[in-house]
Antibody
Framework: QLQLQESGPGLVKPSETLSLTCAVS?????????????WGWIRQPPGKGPEWIGS???????YYSPSLKSRVTISVDTSKNQFSLKLTSVTTADTAVYYC????????????WGQGALVTVSS | QSALTQPPSASGSPGQSVTISCTGT?????????VSWYQQPPGKAPKVMIY???KRPAGVPNRFSGSKSGNAASLTVSGLQADDEADYYC??????????FGGGTKLTVL
């Protein structure tokens, strides 16, 4: 069974960089190196709807939300079967539960999700 | 403010049907057949219930169905059960490698 697990600091100070990693495990469907899947980050502020942050393909091609593009970097480490998120110059508006997830296409749905990691931006 | 508009709440009694709407524009919902619906119980990650407007992943009961007309999509839950109570979110491809979500609908089973 495919599993995704987010990890990283739960508290980040304003103006600093938020960094999270998603470890992927469980069967062939969990290979970051597979050409069948995209790997994405989605966040959900408390009490609000989800927001797509961006996605990455095994080749390293990245796709970012227009509203976050200037502050986001997503990278992949195939040797560790994981991918990462960096969000710079954070403010309190970036406080959210951050999820990593898998999709078959960039256009489509996310079929496997991590459990989510709450990141609070506060001094 | 979310890109897609959903009613904040919906409700129905056990056994009844309820429909949740998701309104977008011709640049997202109306322009592509890549609308998805997610179910999210409190404190848990979203789970996809419908994708590509009408398709159900394996394991999702056929009580859940999706449709689209113009710039609006809908999720219908038939034969409501207590464990259908959750937040539901729609999502759509929005062109230019962008994905947008709705603000969510809290479904209450009375």
């Amino acid at each position: 069974q495919l599993q995704l697990q987010e990890s990283g600091p739960g508290l980040v100070k304003p103006s600093e960089t938020l960094s999270l990693t998603c470890a992927v495990s469980g069967g062939s469907g969990g290979s970051i190196s597979s050409s069948r899947y995209f790997w994405g980050w989605i966040r959900q502020p408390p009490g609000k709807g989800p927001e797509w942050i961006g996605s990455i393909y095994f080749s390293g091609n990245t796709y970012y939300s227009p509203s976050l593009k200037s502050r986001v970097t997503i990278s992949v480490d195939t040797s560790k079967n994981q991918f990462s998120l960096k969000l710079t110059s954070v403010t309190t508006a970036d406080t959210a539960v951050y999820y990593c997830a898998r999709s078959y296409t960039l256009l489509g749905h996310f079929d496997y999700w991590g459990q989510g990691a709450l990141v609070t931006v506060s001094s | 403010q979310s890109a897609l508009t959903q009613p904040p709440s919906a409700s129905g009694s056990p056994g009844q049907s309820v429909t949740i709407s998701c309104t977008g524009t011709s640049s997202d919902v109306g322009g592509y057949n890549y609308v998805s619906w997610y179910q999210q119980p409190p404190g848990k990650a979203p789970k996809v219930m419908i994708y590509e407007v009408t398709k159900r992943p394996a394991g999702v009961p056929n009580r859940f169905s999706g449709s689209k007309s113009g710039n609006a999509a809908s999720l219908t839950v038939s034969g409501l059960q207590a464990d259908d109570e959750a937040d539901y979110y729609c999502s759509s491809y929005a062109g230019s490698n962008n994905v947008v979500f709705g603000g969510g609908t809290k479904l209450t089973v009375l």
